[in-house]
């Protein structure tokens, strides 16, 4: 089974046209090829037109049919329906573990086997090109002229973002090309840059925020767009992202709704608020209770896992039919305390509110300052690190006694 280097499609072997996309394929390696071609240019195999109506061989010149009269299309050939968005999906099987695995991924996320990202085919890396399919495997960054393995979404060592889906016509892309090879539209790829993080210790919890690139403040990605300037970061991996994009080109984070209990962005099909832990509707995002079996928003059903072997449950199970393991809470289990700024659920020891940011005591969770060195509620001594070195500074050190790396106001 190959995949339509267009439309990412499953297609069998040996066929000239995507029966989703209508692309036009050599037979032999499952390329895309012009509908005058004889010859593949990614593997050479030859072939001669047919007729349509007698099956008579013709030359890509001809304007009718030398054998029946057949007039051919002399006009512009009829666009194929635009492609949909490629969406992974999980239909390739790794050859050497038997994982499934993304298409499009360059590598088996379990064993580490490397594969074909147009294909699924496993390759070494030395391979120049894929035996299945004829991908170049290995391609220039435009930017440094770093080699990289087809596939690849980002540049580690200048940053620049590639652009995997042509925004004209849908063509998926594996390298870095000027144009979309098949309908020749200008393709752009984006140096972007990343908020740099900061972070301090709180007793023996190290605080990680990051630095707005575009005005400087201080926030939290987590939580939405910089409250002064309103850039959004992912938070994820700290990159700088367009306004209107939901996927990170760099590591691929999405963003989803707001958590309706926290306001905390989520992924799309999230199960549970990562911020607050509030049970969510993977369908519609609506609050869903533990034990619930369906969404009282949407409708959707819901099916109860097993957290040991992900076996199904039911809600009156107190241990599961196929592990025997204990559902429900531990024994001696408590609820967190929740947030003095924002009121959402934090864990027991947090140095910070994981929604609003709020410095907090690890010890009774009360709100404290960021340069505070002790906790007004309950006494407990607050020590400042320095983020580089992580070296111990005092509140009003405006440079690292150990480092010298100077702090922000």
């Given at each position: ?285 609506a609050a869903v209770g533990e034990n619930d079996t369906a969404c009282v928003a949407c409708g ?110």
């Open positions: 089974m190959l995949h339509c280097p267009r439309c990412g499609g499953s297609v069998e072997a040996g066929v000239d046209l995507c029966p989703h996309c209508e692309a036009d394929l050599c037979p032999a390696c499952g390329a895309l090829v012009a509908p005058t071609d004889t010859a593949c240019p990614t593997c050479g195999k030859q072939w001669t037109l047919a007729c349509p109506r007698c099956d008579g061989e013709v030359a890509p010149e001809d304007a009718t049919c030398p054998h029946c009269g057949f007039v051919f299309d002399s006009g512009p050939r009829p666009a194929s329906p635009e492609p949909e968005p490629h969406e992974p999906s999980h239909d390739l099987t790794c050859p050497r573990c038997g994982t499934r695995v993304y298409r499009g991924d360059p590598a088996c996320a379990t064993c580490g086997q490397l594969l074909c990202p147009r294909c699924g085919l496993a390759v070494d890396e030395d391979d120049a090109r894929c035996s299945a399919c004829g991908l170049e495997l290995v391609f220039a960054c435009p930017g440094c002229g770093a080699e990289l393995f087809a596939g690849a979404e980002v540049c580690p060592e200048c940053g620049v973002v590639f652009a995997r889906q042509c925004p004209a016509c849908g063509e998926l892309l594996f390298d870095a090309p000027d144009r979309c090879p098949k309908c020749q539209q200008p393709v752009m790829h984006h140096k972007r840059e990343t908020a740099r993080q900061e972070s301090r210790r709180v007793g023996s919890v190290i605080v990680r925020w990051v630095n707005c690139p575009v005005c400087g403040a201080h926030f939290l990605p987590a939580r939405g767009a910089c409250p002064e300037c309103g850039t959004r970061v992912c938070p994820k991996c700290s990159t700088l992202l367009l306004p209107d994009e939901i996927t990170c080109p760099r590591c691929g984070f999405e963003w989803g709704a707001a958590c309706p209990c926290c306001g905390a962005a989520l992924e799309p099909g999230a199960a549970e608020c990562p911020a607050c832990g509030q049970p969510l509707c993977p369908e519609c995002g959707a059903e819901l099916v109860l896992i097993c957290s040991e072997c992900e076996g199904e449950v039911s809600p009156e199970d107190t241990t599961c039919p196929h592990c025997g393991a204990a559902l429900g809470a531990p024994a001696g289990a408590v609820w967190s305390p929740a947030c003095p700024h924002c009121g959402a659920v934090v864990e027991p020891g947090a140095a910070e509110c994981p929604v609003c940011g709020q410095p907090l005591c690890p010890e009774c969770g009360a709100a404290i300052g960021e340069n505070d060195t002790s906790c007004a509620a309950c006494g407990t001594a607050l020590v400042l690190f320095c983020p580089e070195c992580e070296g111990e500074v005092g509140p009003d050190d405006t440079v690292c006694p150990h480092c010298g790396a100077t702090f922000e106001e």
